[in-house]
């Protein structure tokens, strides 16, 4: 059973770890794909936003596993 559940806290906290550098990378590289593919700036500023969320997201799910392993 404790297998179980560490198995579970630790593929949390590689998928926590993927949208992390997922949403720094998206963050780096939105004006140069905005740029490049000449869209309108609001679209630069929707990545951003998408980052900012994917940032919070892991934040939050970071923290449950921290909460977790404290018991």
Do not use: N
């Not at 198995?7 to 992390?20: D, F, N, S």
């Not at 949403?23 to 780096?28: D, E, I, R, Y």
């Not at 309108?40 to 900012?52: D, N, R």
């Amino acid at each position: 059973m404790a297998d179980r559940h560490d198995q579970e806290t630790a593929r949390q906290g590689r998928i926590a770890a993927i949208v992390i550098a997922a949403a720094g990378v998206l963050a780096m590289l939105a004006p140069w794909i905005v740029a490049r593919t000449g869209l309108p700036a609001k679209y630069e500023i929707l990545m951003y936003l998408v980052s900012m969320a994917a940032f919070i997201w892991s934040l939050v799910v970071t923290l449950r596993i921290w909460q977790k392993t404290r018991q």
